[in-house]
């Protein structure tokens, strides 16, 4: 796929090794250009992050473009090469802090959002497909293993890397395979028995030649209360969540081996409603910090140390980041 440290554009992507094509697939795109054309419309320092951040925060980047396919990700990739420039490839951005300061490097947009029925329980999906709506649609049709799914505002990819999951259920455990580019343009499908998942973690977030998931398909189990169960999820969610805030979820991931979970720890320590400028955690989960107020990064970086520092000197316990810090110079 690669010579002298060019990019080819890829063939056309098969499925794992243990899917089958449909004789007659369904598939769904959105909002998607011709395919057959990949021109991409490049906007130089006019794109602010805060646009593509569910926290509502971040500053202008460099370069940004959006892309509907893996040829036109991988023309995005080899411009960025050929130029020498930083890039990073984001979804909805929901469990990103970008930087006041914005991204001093190419920003690539993840549209690659389509939907293939391969099978009955067997699904295909773009990265940039929303999980929420996969979620949604693979309980309404009787299926269980995304139930959780349906009050995920990211995508596909962004699942997938994060391994995230709620009310006892990981996107890992439907996962059959997942398709990928690396930095250098190769494309590679690795199927689940290749993979070792964690809570809140991927082989993906250490994989250092990982350029973006193009594609994952799952394989799901019959149920005849997967609707029923998701209705329960969704009520819980929104009596336990501030629902409709602007957020990235959860910020800690809950440590291992202790009594309390994340949430608990920062109410037990008193910091529910504690603001940092437009920055606060919420009242109604402490694990979620609020941009109530044009929250600037600094002031939400203020209140998630805050809370770190806090929690450990009452608990002893360093929580980690779910969310991921975008600073200028990010790689």
């Not at 169960?229 to 202790?258: C, D, H, I, M, W």
Request: hydrophobic letters at 35%.
């Amino acid at each position: 796929m690669i010579s002298s440290g060019t990019l080819t554009l890829l063939p056309k992507i098969p499925i794992c090794s243990r899917a089958r094509f449909p004789t007659n697939p369904i598939s769904c795109c959105f909002n998607s250009p011709n395919r057959t054309q990949n021109r991409l419309h490049f906007v130089h320092g006019e794109k602010r992050l805060s646009d593509l951040s569910t926290w509502g925060i971040g500053g202008p980047c460099k370069l940004f473009v959006q892309v509907f396919d893996q040829h036109q990700l991988l023309t995005a990739i080899r411009h960025c090469n050929e130029q020498s420039m930083r890039y990073i490839v984001v979804g909805k951005g929901s469990n990103c802090l970008f930087d006041d300061l914005g991204f001093d490097g190419c920003v690539i947009l993840n549209c690659i959002v389509f939907l293939d029925k391969i099978e009955p329980g067997l699904y295909r999906a773009g990265s940039g497909y929303p999980v929420n709506r996969l979620g949604f649609q693979t309980a309404s049709e009787g299926f269980t293993g995304l139930e959780f799914a349906g009050g995920i505002p990211g995508t596909v990819g962004g699942a997938v890397y994060m391994n995230a999951g709620a009310n006892g259920q990981e996107t890992s455990e439907a996962v059959e395979c997942v398709e990928l580019i690396t930095t250098k343009g190769e494309y590679r499908i690795l199927e689940k028995s290749n993979l070792s998942f964690g809570y809140r973690s991927s082989p993906f977030q250490g994989m250092n030649d990982l350029a973006a998931i193009t594609a994952v398909t799952f394989r799901l189990d019959v149920s005849q209360s997967s609707r029923k169960n998701q209705q329960e999820y969704l009520e819980r969610r929104k009596l336990t969540q501030p629902v409709g805030e602007r957020s990235a979820g959860s910020v800690f991931r809950n440590p291992r081996g202790t009594e309390f979970s994340a949430a608990q720890m920062i109410d037990k320590v008193g910091l529910k409603g504690c603001k940092v400028g437009g920055a606060m955690i919420s009242n109604k989960h402490a694990n979620f910090f609020i941009n109530f107020n044009n929250a600037t990064s600094r002031e939400m970086l203020v209140l998630i140390g805050l809370a770190k520092e806090a929690v450990f000197q009452k608990f002893g316990v360093k929580l980690r980041e779910e969310i991921l810090y975008i600073h200028p110079h990010y790689r």
